[in-house]
């Protein structure tokens, strides 16, 4: 929680830190300057370096050459050389710095500073130059200091003396500072135009989403009307299309579920209008005879009846859509199962001489939820039934290989019309309404067994001849698949 207020308190704007737009120019942002600033840290290390050695390398040689110098001229023994003695004094200037000349007592005899001649200097550079060893070290940010051995002329190579020589790098501070400032300052305005860059270019790759967005809200706001079409680029043409065939997905689904409800309350509504009219004749007639009341009284009971049949067909198709994945399934002995089911409809089809025959090729043992797969096969074979004729046959056969299982429910019955087979599943679909109505069909059946089947992953298919017969076959998996 605090952190939340933490949040709000300090970014108030939190959904565009967020924001893919903010992520991006974050991005581009740091892809553009990371290697600037690193390259320039780079440069400024290597340009300093470079300077140093190079002034080390320049004193060195001018010591180099002032040694020799002072070597043929024997200055060490005869320092009032006065031209070699300006010399030292041009040279320590020209680096801004200082020489001592020492000789081989430790005695400083030449210092261009004029402070310390006369004096001892036992450094360890000096000693160990005396042993012909040159030294040179840089401290840090301040001066160069190199000692440089003076030999004797010729192929004398005793060292009589050393130049202990230093040169200031004060000037090559000044400059080097110089270079990071004006570094610094490209840097700094690099960064903004960078930064203004970076959000110029975020918005544009941003673009097609935010109007997608607009797109899709005012395609909410005008209840689902036109098609998305945001071509900017392949990803978002993707984008549209995938959406534009969710949408039709959405408007079918409406369209099913405006016809579900217009169906639902015309076929709730017309045994209502039967019992309506049935009342309103037996009550305009006054003195009616008793006969009449009870033939009238017995249709409205059928109809109250025929009411009732449609509202638990209804529930449970809206049921069992509701509970496409919450299956109670069990293994089952699947002959057992279909016999038991046929015991249970044999007097309906003994009462419409209709003959019911089971043959099974196999045992099969599956996992079924025996709930809804009962009602389903009793709807087909009552369907079997009731669409057939007298002395009819209704033969169920059962199959299976290593997978599925195959019930087969076949009749001799009127068969349904090849136009009408694509819409035998649908809620209240009748071929021949009024005699399903006579029959006491509600048009709800073959729904709830396709419901059942598709909860189980299995397929329902028909093939039926006018006036031959029809024959339905489901396939389910014999292990369930969840
Ligand atoms: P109903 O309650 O009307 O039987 P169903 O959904 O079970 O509804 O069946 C839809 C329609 O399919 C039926 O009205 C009928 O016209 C046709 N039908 C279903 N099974 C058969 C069949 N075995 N023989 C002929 N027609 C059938």
Same mark, same amino acid.
Request: hydrophobic share 40%; charged share 25%; aromatic share 8%.
């Given at each position: 929680?605090?952190?939340?207020?933490?949040?709000?308190?300090?970014?108030?704007?939190?959904?565009?830190?967020?924001?893919?737009?903010?992520?991006?120019?974050?991005?581009?942002?740091?892809?553009?300057?990371?290697?600037?600033?690193?390259?320039?840290?780079?440069?400024?290390?290597?340009?300093?370096?470079?300077?140093?050695?190079?002034?080390?390398?320049?004193?060195?040689?001018?010591?180099?050459?002032?040694?020799?110098?002072?070597?043929?001229?024997?200055?060490?023994?005869?320092?009032?050389?006065?031209?070699?003695?300006?010399?030292?004094?041009?040279?320590?200037?020209?680096?801004?710095?200082?020489?001592?000349?020492?000789?081989?007592?430790?005695?400083?005899?030449?210092?261009?500073?004029?402070?310390?001649?006369?004096?001892?200097?036992?450094?360890?550079?000096?000693?160990?130059?005396?042993?012909?060893?040159?030294?040179?070290?840089?401290?840090?940010?301040?001066?160069?200091?190199?000692?440089?051995?003076?030999?004797?002329?010729?192929?004398?190579?005793?060292?009589?003396?050393?130049?202990?020589?230093?040169?200031?790098?004060?000037?090559?501070?000044?400059?080097?500072?110089?270079?990071?400032?004006?570094?610094?300052?490209?840097?700094?305005?690099?960064?903004?135009?960078?930064?203004?860059?970076?959000?110029?270019?975020?918005?544009?790759?941003?673009?097609?989403?935010?109007?997608?967005?607009?797109?899709?809200?005012?395609?909410?706001?005008?209840?689902?009307?036109?098609?998305?079409?945001?071509?900017?680029?392949?990803?978002?043409?993707?984008?549209?299309?995938?959406?534009?065939?969710?949408?039709?997905?959405?408007?079918?689904?409406?369209?099913?579920?405006? %016809?579900? $409800?217009?169906? =639902?309350?015309?076929?709730?509504?017309?045994?209502? +209008?039967?019992?309506? #009219?049935?009342?309103? /004749? !037996?009550?305009?007639?006054?003195?009616?005879?008793?006969?009449?009341?009870?033939?009238?009284?017995?249709?409205?009971?059928?109809?109250?009846?025929?009411?009732?049949?449609?509202?638990?067909?209804?529930?449970?198709?809206?049921?069992?859509?509701?509970?496409?994945?919450?299956?109670?399934?069990?293994?089952?002995?699947?002959?057992?199962?279909?016999?038991?089911?046929?015991?249970?409809?044999?007097?309906?089809?003994?009462? %419409?001489? $209709?003959?019911? =025959?089971?043959?099974?090729?196999?045992?099969?043992? +599956?996992?079924?939820? #025996?709930?809804?797969? /009962? !009602?389903?096969?009793?709807?087909?074979?009552?369907?079997?039934?009731?669409?057939?004729?007298?002395?009819?046959?209704?033969?169920?056969?059962?199959?299976?290989?290593?997978?599925?299982?195959?019930?087969?429910?076949?009749?001799?019955?009127?068969?349904?019309?090849?136009?009408?087979?694509?819409?035998?599943?649908?809620?209240?679909?009748?071929?021949?309404?009024?005699?399903?109505?006579?029959?006491?069909?509600?048009?709800?059946?073959?729904?709830?067994?396709?419901?059942?089947?598709?909860?189980?992953?299995? +397929?329902?298919?028909?093939?039926?001849?006018?006036?031959?017969?029809?024959?339905?076959?489901?396939?389910?998996?014999?292990?369930?698949?969840?």
């Amino acid at each position: 929680m605090f952190k939340g207020i933490l949040k709000e308190r300090f970014f108030p704007n939190a959904k565009f830190f967020r924001s893919l737009n903010f992520r991006i120019m974050v991005i581009l942002f740091l892809i553009g300057t990371i290697p600037a600033l690193i390259l320039s840290v780079a440069f400024l290390s290597a340009y300093r370096e470079q300077s140093i050695t190079r002034l080390g390398n320049d004193v060195s040689n001018q010591c180099q050459i002032l040694a020799t110098q002072l070597g043929s001229a024997n200055y060490l023994d005869n320092p009032n050389n006065e031209t070699l003695t300006g010399e030292l004094a041009q040279v320590a200037m020209l680096y801004d710095g200082r020489i001592l000349i020492i000789d081989q007592n430790f005695h400083i005899m030449v210092d261009t500073y004029a402070l310390e001649e006369g004096r001892t200097m036992l450094a360890e550079e000096v000693i160990r130059c005396f042993k012909g060893e040159s030294t040179s070290h840089y401290v840090s940010g301040r001066f160069i200091e190199m000692t440089v051995p003076i030999t004797g002329s010729g192929e004398d190579k005793t060292v009589n003396g050393v130049i202990l020589a230093s040169a200031s790098t004060d000037s090559l501070n000044a400059r080097f500072e110089d270079l990071r400032n004006f570094t610094e300052i490209w840097l700094a305005a690099g960064s903004i135009c960078l930064l203004a860059l970076a959000v110029l270019l975020s918005n544009w790759l941003v673009k097609p989403l935010r109007h997608m967005n607009k797109f899709i809200g005012d395609l909410v706001e005008g209840a689902l009307d036109g098609d998305l079409d945001i071509r900017d680029c392949t990803e978002t043409e993707n984008i549209s299309n995938t959406f534009n065939s969710l949408l039709a997905k959405l408007r079918l689904m409406e369209e099913s579920r405006q %016809e579900f $409800v217009s169906n =639902v309350s015309h076929e709730l509504k017309t045994p209502l +209008a039967s019992m309506k #009219v049935l009342a309103d /004749s !037996l009550l305009v007639q006054e003195g009616a005879p008793v006969e009449l009341y009870q033939e009238f009284m017995q249709d409205i009971a059928e109809e109250i009846d025929r009411e009732n049949t449609i509202i638990s067909d209804l529930l449970t198709l809206v049921k069992t859509d509701r509970k496409v994945t919450g299956l109670n399934v069990e293994v089952t002995d699947v002959n057992a199962f279909l016999e038991q089911i046929l015991k249970r409809l044999r007097p309906i089809a003994e009462k %419409e001489n $209709v003959e019911l =025959v089971f043959e099974s090729n196999r045992s099969v043992s +599956a996992e079924i939820d #025996v709930t809804r797969l /009962s !009602l389903a096969f009793s709807n087909l074979v009552e369907n079997a039934v009731k669409y057939n004729h007298e002395n009819g046959w209704v033969r169920v056969s059962l199959d299976a290989d290593h997978k599925f299982f195959y019930v087969k429910v076949s009749d001799s019955g009127m068969g349904i019309p090849q136009e009408s087979l694509d819409y035998i599943f649908e809620r209240f679909y009748r071929v021949d309404k009024s005699h399903s109505r006579e029959i006491g069909g509600t048009g709800l059946g073959l729904a709830i067994t396709r419901s059942a089947v598709v909860a189980h992953r299995g +397929a329902i298919r028909v093939q039926s001849t006018v006036g031959e017969g029809t024959v339905f076959t489901v396939r389910i998996p014999i292990r369930y698949i969840t």
